[in-house]
């Protein structure tokens, strides 16, 4: 029998107010924050690394500055969530160890290869765009600090979607060998981005608490479709198609039917067994340990800071 949860907790969800980190919460509640927050900011920090490598190979220098920023700001995203996390009593060595050790997720997307410069076209596009349609809703998060953070990062989300729009904009209106390579990224990333809002409702394990306790404010399939609805139209402006023969408007839903979704590549992925999750990892690892001195360095010197004022 769950313990019955606390009447000020309810009397929060019910006005649709927020909980704060002081407030008395179900023990549940904190602990299935800790797992989303934790996991959102790992997505953020593992997906640095696709764009990352891109970085030094951007045609262009205007193309170089724009992805530096969002890769910078995806950096910050994962720093902000951290901390939100931590409002929890979760520490930052905690969940970082958690990732590192593969205790805790991060997004199934960011196991896929960048094989091209369309690639980060492909994953601005549809990658930020289905996390935008993600993240939205999580504005309204019962839990202040998550819904405060998610304001912010959706605005930077916003200018993510549209670089990577504006990429396979020009490489789709050029020549047929970049239309060629636009439209190749698409067929690669489309699928992995409908998998992305996760299994389907009836086989979700947390939608319904996380939507009882109002965290999670729309159901999987339910977000899935919204992405779906809003993207068929901006694969047309760019001229590109979507790799899905049974895509077809459906007057009488008033949204878009789709093909069925390969659940079991979700799954492997999920599991470990996408094409890069072991290379993800030992890289976020390895930058992690190189990066221990300068771990070191601020510790050392805050203790020389707090010895100097104690004086
Ligand atoms: N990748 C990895 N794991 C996934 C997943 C995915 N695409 N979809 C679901 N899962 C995991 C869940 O974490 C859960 O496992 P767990 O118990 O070990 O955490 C399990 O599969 C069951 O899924 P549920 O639907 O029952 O779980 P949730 O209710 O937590 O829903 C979610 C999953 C929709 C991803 C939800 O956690 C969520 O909305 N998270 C916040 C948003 C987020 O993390 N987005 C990541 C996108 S990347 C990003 O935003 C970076 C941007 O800059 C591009």
Redesign the pocket.
Known sequence: EAPREPDSFRALLAADERVEPRDEMPETYRRTLI??IA??AH??II?MQPEGEWISRAPSLRRKAILLAKVQD?AG?GLYLYAAAETLGASREELLDALHTGRQ?????FNYPTLSWADVGAIGWL??GA?IV??VP?CRCSFGPYARAMVRICKE?SF?QRQGFEILHTLAHGTPEQHAMAQDAVDRWWWPSL?????PDDA????QQ?MAWGI?RFS?DELRQRFVDMTVPQAEALGLTLPDPDLRWNPERGSFDFGAIDFSE?YAV?RGDGPLNRQRIAHRVGAHERGAWVREAASAYEAKRTARRAE
């Open positions: 797992r989303q996991q959102h997505s953020e997906g995806e995203h997720k991060y997004s199934s997307i990658v930020d996390a993600n993240q999580l989300e993510h998998m992305m809002f996760g299994p979700s394990e947390h939608s996380s999670k999987n979700l999920i």
